[in-house]
C-alpha cells in the first residue's frame, strides 16, 4: 500500500467531534477539550503538509511510526501549545492511528478483550467484552471520516464499496471479518461490523479448561472424529464460535495431507503447512467476473485436494460439496446457520433445492445421510458464554427421514442470580457407529466414555 493510501484520512480545520482513542480515563480526560481537539486538527493539517511522499513512501511501518512521532513532537513545540506529557503522548498515538491505522477505532482493534466493534453510526460504537455489548466513548469525526476508513479496509483486499454496490465483505490484516454497509440502504448512515480473531488461535484446551464449552471427553471425541478423517458440519447461530471450532478442529488435520479451503471472505486460521486457500469474489461495476463459492468447490475437486473446508455453505454450493464428500475426499469441513441439528438437515436440502437439479426429497436426504457422519451444534448462551450443545450421528435413512442419535449434549437447569446460565454436560448413553471407524484409524475411544449419567458442569 503507497503512502498516499495511508494518510487517506480525514484533517478538519475546524472544531470536531472527539475521537477518544484512549486506554484509560485520564487519556479520555486529555481527549475531551476544545483546546485539545482544535490542536490535533491543526496539527494534522501542517503534518501532511510537511510529509515528504517520496521519500517517506520507502519507509517501513514501525519507521514511518516513529517519523511521524518525531515530527508531531516539533510540531507541538513549535505551536508552543500548552499541553502535559499526558496529552502529548495522546496527541501522537492519535495522529499514528489516523495515519497508519483505523483512526478511532485503532485503540478497540488492540484491546484483546474485544471480540466485536460494531459501528451503528459514526457518533455510535458498541463493542463486544466476555460476550456482552457495551457502548464506548469513541467516535469518528463524522460520517465522511467512517467512509474513508472503511474504503481503505475494502480496498486494500481488491473490493469496492459506494452506491452501486452498498454493501461489502472484506477482511483485515489480521484475519478478523468486515462487514460494511452505507447509504442508501443504511438509513442512518454507514455502518460496520468486524468480528475480531485472536492473533494467538485458541487451542481446544481453551476451549476445555477456560471457556468451559465442552468437557474433556467431547473434545477428545471430536480430536479423534477430524483425525479419522469423519466428515463433520458445525452448526450454530451467529456469533456460536462455528467458525473458532472448525480452526481448532482443522488442527487435528495430519501435516501429510493437502488441504483447500474455501471461503467468501477469507478468516480461517488454518495450522498445517500444505493449505491452499481459495475466496470468492463479487462481480465488477460491469456486473461481470463473479466467482461464486460453487465454481470454487468444482475447481478445488480438479486441484488433487485430500480435504476441502468450506467457511460456510449457504447456496447452491451444498450439491457439489456433497459429492465431494461421498468421492474421496473424506474428512471435509464445513459450517451452517442453523439453530439446531435437525434444521442444519433441513438447510442442506434446502440449498440443494437452490441448484436446480429437480431432485426428489430422497434423493436430497440420502446425499445428506450418506456424506455427513456428525452434527455438532454450537450456541451462544444469554450470558454470552459459547457451548457446544449437542454432537449427534447421523445414522442413515428410515423411510424418507433422515434418522439422528445424540452422543453428548448440554443441559440447561437455570439461570444464576447474577445472569449466568446453570447447567450440565453429559453422554446420552449411546454408542456411536463410528466407533469402529475410529479404532479403525488407531483413534478408539474407551467404551466408559460413552456411559450415561455422567454430569460435567
Keep these: 500500500m503507497s ?97 497508519l491505522g483505523f483512526g478511532p477505532i485503532e485503540v478497540l482493534m488492540a484491546d ?21 455489548l457495551e457502548m464506548t466513548p469513541i467516535a469518528f469525526t463524522d460520517e465522511k471520516h467512517l467512509l474513508r476508513i472503511i474504503d481503505k479496509i475494502v480496498s486494500r483486499i481488491g473490493r469496492r464499496i459506494d452506491e452501486s454496490s452498498p454493501m461489502v465483505d472484506a477482511r483485515l490484516p489480521d484475519g478478523s471479518r468486515v462487514n460494511a454497509v452505507i447509504p442508501p440502504i443504511a438509513l442512518d448512515g454507514a455502518m460496520m461490523s468486524i468480528r475480531r480473531f485472536a492473533h494467538k488461535p485458541l487451542k481446544m484446551q481453551n476451549l476445555v479448561e477456560d471457556l468451559k464449552s465442552l468437557t474433556p471427553q467431547m473434545a477428545e471425541m471430536l480430536e479423534a472424529l477430524s483425525k479419522s478423517k469423519v466428515n463433520m458440519i458445525i452448526s450454530g447461530g451467529t456469533g456460536a464460535g462455528k467458525t473458532t471450532l472448525l480452526n481448532i478442529l482443522s488442527g487435528y488435520i ?22 491452499v486457500r481459495l475466496e470468492t469474489r463479487p462481480a465488477n461495476i460491469e456486473g ?42 473424506e474428512g471435509s469441513l464445513t459450517t451452517i446457520h442453523a439453530n439446531n441439528p435437525r434444521d442444519a438437515l433441513s438447510r442442506l436440502e434446502n440449498m440443494i433445492g437452490m441448484a436446480n437439479l429437480n ?21 451462544r448462551m444469554t450470558d454470552g458464554k459459547r457451548k457446544i450443545t449437542s454432537i449427534q450421528e ?36 449411546v454408542r456411536p457407529k463410528f466407533a469402529d471407524r475410529l479404532r479403525a484409524f488407531g483413534a478408539p475411544l474407551p467404551d466408559a466414555m460413552f456411559d450415561p449419567g455422567k454430569r460435567y458442569q
Excluded: C, W
Excluded at 484483546?112 to 456482552?132: A, H, K, M, W
Excluded at 437455570?414 to 453422554?427: D, N, R, S
Design 112 to 132: 484483546p478483550t474485544v471480540s466485536d466493534i460494531l459501528v451503528n453510526r459514526f457518533d455510535q460504537i458498541y463493542v463486544e467484552r466476555r460476550g456482552r
Design 3 to 99: 503512502l498516499r493510501e495511508k494518510l487517506n484520512v480525514v484533517a478538519t480545520e475546524s472544531a470536531v467531534r472527539p475521537i477518544l482513542q484512549v486506554a484509560s480515563d485520564e487519556a479520555a480526560n486529555a481527549g475531551t477539550s476544545d483546546a485539545y481537539k482544535a490542536l490535533k486538527s491543526r496539527l494534522h493539517l501542517k503534518l501532511l503538509e510537511k510529509f515528504d511522499l517520496a521519500t517517506l513512501d520507502t519507509l517501513a511501518p514501525e519507521a514511518l511510526r516513529q517519523e511521524i512521532a518525531t515530527m508531531v513532537g516539533r510540531l507541538v513545540l513549535e505551536d508552543q501549545a500548552a499541553v502535559n506529557d499526558l496529552e502529548r503522548r495522546t496527541l501522537i498515538r492519535d495522529i499514528q492511528h489516523e495515519m
Design 288 to 329: 461481470r467476473g463473479e466467482i461464486t463459492q460453487r465454481a470454487l468447490v468444482r475447481n478445488a475437486l480438479r486441484m488433487r485436494p485430500d480435504r476441502i473446508v468450506i467457511g460456510e455453505v449457504r447456496g447452491a454450493e451444498a450439491v457439489d460439496m456433497l459429492q465431494a464428500m461421498n468421492t474421496g475426499h
Design 359 to 379: 431432485l426428489p426429497h430422497r434423493a436430497a436426504r440420502q446425499q445428506i445421510a450418506s456424506a455427513i457422519t456428525v452434527v455438532i451444534q454450537a450456541l
Design 254 to 275: 495430519p501435516e501429510a495431507e493437502r488441504v483447500v479451503t474455501i471461503e467468501d471472505a477469507a478468516e480461517l486460521q488454518m495450522q498445517q503447512p500444505h493449505v
Design 394 to 429: 447421523i445414522t442413515g435413512m428410515e423411510g424418507e427421514v433422515i434418522t439422528m442419535q445424540e452422543i453428548f449434549a448440554y443441559r440447561q437447569t437455570g439461570v444464576g442470580p447474577e445472569g449466568q446460565v446453570e447447567g450440565y454436560f453429559h453422554a446420552t448413553g
